[in-house]
């Protein structure tokens, strides 16, 4: 026993010597960006963007929730590389080095892919115009035009993604140098994966390893929870996800816990104060508002009505809701335009008014280090010709062809939106990189209701969504290539690389977003407001629209009058939260998160609420091992049960039901 023990012993130290001469090899040399960019690395980036966007769409579909799962995408390329370099050493081949460089590409190159999925319009402006989304906005509401409906398909949405996205990626190109050298803006999710990187491939770090296996044991769990709960799903309103946690009544009113691994994982990634605001709009809306509105059946809206009828309570729900979401947006719009104005005017006039948003502590005790930053950086260039020629010839090909696809919006409003996005995506890209908000479907949203008012009552509510949609992508795609740009300079990453891995991702998402919606969408019935993949946001951003087009008539009786007070309640929130001391500001609930269980419901709050539990009792017992750990066991959960997706869609497509329903009822 005692031979066997010094042998392993002697194994993993031979094992933990080749690991840090790997490291040490590619800690020494920074390679040209030509090799950067290798086969293994775009095969697992394909890999990882694919899962991370079928596990992105149920998200998407269920909630409109998305957390950022950047830091999980780079613990995940870390792995399969990790992976894939140990079995070709076992099969006896020699495998090159895997160094941080190739690390950040294949995670800019999978975060690329997946997000096309999460900000595509899959859930939110494309499905609004679908004949689910028309109907559940009431056929006689004054506004929501009959001839108003495009139903998906994967060609005109492919093709749509194709046309709009890339144009993002060449409109900061030439400024690339101003926002990450010269100004130094920090981009925190940018930076934050850059240091998760350098950790994963520093000298001797063993931490990595221990984040491997909690990933692949959480995964593992999570993915055989998901087959287990299917078993007892056989007919709708069946399975752990109806389970009645706190009771029958509670559960009416869509409080109980409902089992998925996916949201207690993506509770324990976002913020204690996200998931708070999560379940104070629960409270709120499923269990004080829509209770006490309900009884006013007969009163403020008819007993006649059907209960998906937009002058009935679910009305009531969606209205609040873009209430919420338009306070929110607006106020965080300004404040970041004026963020952005004073800083550049402080920059400008050398006054640095605002510098203690960008200014790193230790900058100046990594001066070294920041110089070489620099030098990489600025080594491998990309030209400037390139950014222009590409915008405006990518710009003329979309001039061309979204009015070809959509005739309700004209040339002429495609020609502004692009004349316009060069600032609208400079202004959105400064803002993030001292907030770390990436306000785009906020520009968005504007772009929304300016050109349903615009067009008028046929064609305003596809003009609108469509319009929505081309500034969305323009605006938020300059801003992620930007984080992106960041990450490499703190990495030692070429530009070049960075740029092309980006575009490679872009390319990639363009085709399996469209592949995983319809996966769902042939598979599930997505849209149904009583089923698991409500798309709430696809009805929000409809009404969004016929309120651009038909004004506050669209609206059920008083749904006015609440609305401005959930307007002025998300704008005085926000007020109190920036300007009052911090032991009170703190407190503050987020009103973007409220509004998400108005219409939703309680339930995946609770289940968020319960990962971020977790996570605040692991922080107490240990911070250290805390801090270690949950990223890697929040990824574990998220892909294993998002991963029982692929084959239970499968099953569902082959006709094959659950053998049990397990449901409860009342003795």
């Known amino acids: 026993m005692g031979t066997e023990e010094v042998n392993d012993k002697k194994e993993n130290q031979r094992e933990n010597l080749e690991e840090l001469n790997e490291e040490t090899e590619g800690s020494r040399t920074i390679q040209p960006w030509t090799k950067q960019i290798t086969l293994r690395g775009v095969i697992v980036s394909i890999l990882i963007g694919s899962i991370y966007s079928v596990i992105a769409m149920k998200l998407n579909l269920t909630t409109g929730l998305v957390p950022n799962l950047n830091v999980s995408a780079a613990l995940l390329a870390f792995v399969f590389i990790r992976t894939w370099t ?40 494309l499905l609004g115009l679908n004949r689910k989304t028309y109907e559940l906005s009431g056929v006689d509401t004054e506004g929501n035009s009959a001839y108003a409906v495009k139903e998906p398909g994967f060609g005109w949405m492919t093709g749509f993604l194709f046309v709009v996205c890339f144009v993002g990626l060449f409109v900061l190109i030439p400024i690339r140098k101003v926002m990450i050298v010269d100004l130094k803006l920090t981009y925190p999710s940018g930076l934050a994966t850059a240091v998760l990187i350098n950790g994963f491939h520093s000298q001797g770090d063993k931490s990595a390893k221990k984040q491997v296996h909690g990933f692949l044991k959480y995964f593992s769990a999570s993915f055989l929870w998901g087959f287990f709960q299917w078993f007892f799903s056989g007919k709708d309103g069946c399975g752990f996800k109806e389970f009645p946690t706190f009771g029958l009544l509670a559960w009416k009113q869509t409080f109980f816990f409902d089992f998925s691994l996916t949201y207690v994982g993506a509770g324990m990634i976002c913020s204690h104060l996200v998931n708070l605001s999560l379940l104070f709009g629960a ?30 309570l679910y009305g009531y729900k969606v209205f609040v809701s873009v209430a919420i979401i338009l306070g929110d947006g607006l106020y965080n719009f300004l404040k970041i335009l004026c963020f952005t104005l004073i800083n550049i005017h402080g920059r400008v006039t050398n006054q640095n008014i605002l510098s203690f948003l960008v200014v790193d502590e230790d900058d ?27 915008y405006v010839i990518l710009s003329i090909m979309s001039i061309v062809v979204i009015p070809i ?33 990436n306000m785009a479907y906020n520009y968005g949203k504007v772009a929304l209701f300016v050109l349903a008012a615009l067009t008028g009552k046929e064609n305003g509510v596809v003009a609108g969504l469509a319009g929505c949609g081309l500034v ?34 872009t390319a990639i998402g363009c085709v399996t977003a469209p592949l995983s919606f319809f996966l769902f969408y042939k598979a599930f019935d997505v849209g149904n407001p009583y089923g698991e993949f409500k798309a709430p946001y696809a009805l929000i951003y409809r009404n969004m629209a016929i309120l651009g087009v038909q004004g506050f008539s669209a609206l059920p009786q008083h749904c006015l009058q609440l609305c401005y007070g959930f307007f002025a309640f998300a704008a005085a929130v926000n007020l109190v939260r920036d300007f009052s001391p911090r032991k009170i500001g703190k407190w503050m609930p987020l009103p973007m998160a409220m509004a998400v269980p108005f219409l939703v419901g309680a339930y995946f709050a609770i289940d968020m609420c319960l990962g971020t539990l977790i996570v605040f009792v692991w922080q107490k017992l240990n911070t250290k091992k805390a801090d270690l750990m949950v990223p890697a066991v929040a990824s574990g959960l998220i892909c294993g049960e998002g991963l029982w997706i692929l084959p239970a869609s499968i099953l569902a497509f082959a006709k094959i039901n659950p053998p049990i329903c397990m449901k409860f009822l009342p003795s």
């Open 86 to 125: 140990k079995v070709v050493q076992k099969a006896g081949f020699i495998s090159k080095p895997f160094t941080r460089q190739e690390n950040t590409m294949i995670q800019t190159c999978a975060v690329a892919c997946y997000s096309i999925a999460v900000g595509g319009g899959f859930a939110s402006y």
């Open 283 to 312: 409270v709120l809306s499923y269990g004080l508002m829509w209770p006490l509105i309900n009884r006013l059946k007969g009163d403020w809206f008819s007993e006649d009505l059907q209960e998906s009828s937009m002058k009935s």
């Open 364 to 390: 100046q005790k990594n001066r070294a280090e920041d110089l070489k930053q620099n030098e990489v950086f600025l080594r491998e260039t990309i030209p400037m010709w390139i950014g222009i020629v590409g």
């Open 405 to 437: 696809m959509f005739p309700q919006l004209k040339w002429y409003y495609v020609v502004v939106a692009y004349i316009l996005a060069p600032s609208l995506a400079f202004c959105n890209a400064y803002g993030a990189g001292l907030t770390d908000m």
């Open 472 to 505: 969305k992508s323009v605006v938020s795609l300059a801003c992620i290539l930007m984080q992106d740009f960041k990450t490499a300079h703190y990495t030692l990453t070429s530009p070049r690389a960075m740029f092309l891995s980006q575009a490679i991702g």
